[in-house]
């Protein structure tokens, strides 16, 4: 089983930028869709975006669509999430997940990371 490790949690005001790097080991990634999803307090985990294994397709959240960018470098095993104009709405952690196909539910992806924390003040 894959083990994923999230990294560049953050407390970042309205506005501003941040990058989620999520490194994958144990496993192959290059053969694997990928996600992000991410979870408030209170609430359930939603999904965020997702890619399948040649970054020939992503899929976003109508939420974040036009916000956040999912990415992907297979020379380094690793998944990014690009998180642009952040809003106090898009506070939670942040989890990566590896999947066979790319989807938002969390019922498809086998492995996951165990989360970073995103932090937006007004």
């Known amino acids: 089983q894959a083990q994923l490790v999230e990294s560049g949690r953050g407390l970042v005001l309205a506005g501003a930028s941040l990058r989620l790097s999520c490194v994958v080991s144990g496993r192959p990634f290059s053969d694997r869709a990928a996600g992000w999803f991410r979870q408030a307090p209170g609430k359930e985990r939603e999904f965020v975006a997702a890619?399948?294994?040649?970054?020939?397709?992503?899929y976003y959240a109508t939420n974040v669509k036009g916000r956040f960018t999912i990415s992907r470098d297979n020379t380094k095993n690793t998944l990014y999430l690009q998180m642009n104009d952040l809003k106090p709405e898009d506070t939670a952690i942040y989890y990566c997940?590896?999947?066979?196909?790319?989807?938002?539910?969390?019922?498809?992806?086998?492995?996951w990371g165990q989360g970073t924390q995103v932090t937006v003040s007004s």
């Open positions: 890619i399948d294994w040649s970054s020939t397709s992503t």
């Open positions: 997940a590896v999947g066979v196909v790319p989807s938002n539910a969390p019922a498809d992806y086998a492995s």
